[in-house]
């Protein structure tokens, strides 16, 4: 073990900055949603500017997470494909065993709360475009018609139906 305790304090560190990214990653989604209630646009695009912003922290973490991970492979016998929270935490000494136990249950739990928010908001933005665009085609049919005089002008050919007679 004596070699790879290094690695595993990597490992330790680098699994802890994972978490705290998706934990801010969790409440900047929770913000979008306030912010999608909201009529004014800048919060919106700050929020999601803030979530593109941790979304390549952590896949800087998870590609650091799996170089380490590739050294500490050989050092506990197992295959490089086969390195995941549950067989290290049964190879390596109780207080990272415990730790890397509940990495991997914040993580399961933090991921699962992301996709479940993503998946709401994604339904939330399709309704919303669908308001907007019903509301577009309305607003769209009520436009005044097209002017009587081009700019030219030359006299358009007159749409049926747009002009009011003037009997009463």
Do not use: W
């Amino acid at each position: 073990m004596s070699t790879s305790a290094p690695l595993l304090a990597e490992l330790d560190h680098l699994l802890q900055q994972e978490v705290e990214a998706y934990e801010h990653l969790l409440t900047l989604h929770q913000e979008v949603q306030r912010c999608l209630a909201a009529p004014a646009l800048d919060p919106l695009l700050a929020s999601l500017q803030a979530r593109e912003h941790v979304a390549r922290h952590i896949a800087h973490v998870e590609h650091q997470r799996a170089a380490v991970t590739a050294q500490l492979a050989p050092l506990l016998q197992l295959q490089a494909t086969n390195v995941t929270l549950q067989n290290l935490s049964t190879r390596v000494d109780a207080p990272y065993a415990s730790r890397f136990r509940q990495y991997r249950t914040r993580l399961r739990t933090l991921v699962d709360e992301v996709q479940q928010l993503n998946s709401m908001q994604a339904h939330l933005l399709r309704e919303v475009r669908a308001f907007v665009d019903a509301a577009l085609a309305f607003f769209t049919g009520l436009l005044p018609a097209p002017p009587t005089y081009l700019q030219s002008g030359k006299l358009t050919t007159p749409t049926p139906a747009r002009f009011l007679s003037g009997r009463v």
